[in-house]
């Protein structure tokens, strides 16, 4: 980054080409000798992550309704707004996707269900991006862990609140639902490295760090990173940098939040 070595993105090796479909990397025959390396800063290492299940909310504004059904008159109507509409969708049209996606690594309906989820996840990023991904591509945020469901409340609550703060909204109503998917491959592992610039709870310092950590770690073929939230104390994070390393997605719990113009609270 242009800031120096205090944000350089630091990662544990040098691929020579992508990952398999099993999420394996082949290692460059160039590495640095051992002497060499050891002089080096610490670098992140990249561990195998085997896990079933990981929460991701979703807005069910998003989800429960086709944007269509409001102007359809019937079922076969509706049918065929949603099949043009989908001619000019991001998820599906590679003239409407965003430069950092390549449309060959957006998903199809032979994946099952939530494809069309996991393909919005990397089509739909806003300006000036989130900790691990910018304007240019998206991508598959969970939390794990034995406070999945928490951590996940947590991070988005967040910025919801933000959002709702800023456009000055006095009392809001919010849903979500919970998508649950597992993983098996491998994961560069921040959950060690606490002091790591991209981890600073300040967006303008954690976001431009953490962003050029996910280029880089993607330009070696990497899967994406698990990290410690940064919205709750003891919840883990993952970010996904790869459609195809999303597993079994199922849809599981809905979870409703009231804000009073102050803050976000869970509704029982």
Not at 7 to 22: I, L, Q
Not at 63 to 88: F, Y
Not at 144 to 163: K, P, S
Not at 196 to 203: G, I, K, T, Y
Request: glycine fraction near 10%; hydrophobic fraction near 40%; proline fraction near 6%.
């Amino acid at each position: 980054m242009a800031e120096g070595d205090q944000h350089r993105p630091d990662v544990s090796r040098a691929v020579s080409g992508g990952a398999d479909d099993r999420g394996r990397h082949s290692r460059d025959a160039e590495d640095p000798p051992i002497s060499r390396r050891a002089s080096r800063r610490p670098v992140i290492p990249e561990i195998e992550f085997v896990e079933g299940r990981t929460v991701r909310l979703i807005p069910t504004a998003y989800i429960d309704e086709p944007a269509v059904r409001p102007l359809a008159d019937d079922e076969d109507e509706e049918a065929i707004l949603n099949e043009l509409e989908g001619l000019t969708s991001a998820r599906l049209s590679s003239a409407a996707l965003p430069v950092g996606v390549d449309p060959a690594e957006l998903l199809n309906e032979s994946y099952g269900y939530g494809w069309t989820f996991i393909n919005a996840a990397f089509c739909h990023a806003k300006p000036p991006g989130n900790r691990f991904n910018d304007e240019d591509r998206g991508c598959w945020y969970a939390a794990f862990g034995e406070r999945d469901a928490e951590t996940a409340e947590a991070e988005v609550t967040f910025h919801m609140a933000d959002a709702l703060r800023e456009a000055g909204a006095s009392q809001e109503l919010v849903s979500y639902g919970q998508f649950l998917a597992g993983f098996s491959c491998r994961f560069h592992d921040l959950r060690g490295e606490a002091g790591h610039a991209s981890l600073d709870p300040d967006r303008a310092i954690g976001y431009p760090a953490g962003q050029a950590l996910a280029r880089s770690i993607r330009a070696l073929g990497g899967n994406g990173v698990l990290y410690p939230s940064v919205r709750f104390a003891g919840g883990m994070c993952l970010a996904a940098f790869r459609p195809s390393v999303i597993q079994n997605v199922r849809r599981a719990d809905q979870v409703s939040f009231e804000w009073d113009g102050v803050r976000m609270t869970k509704i029982p």
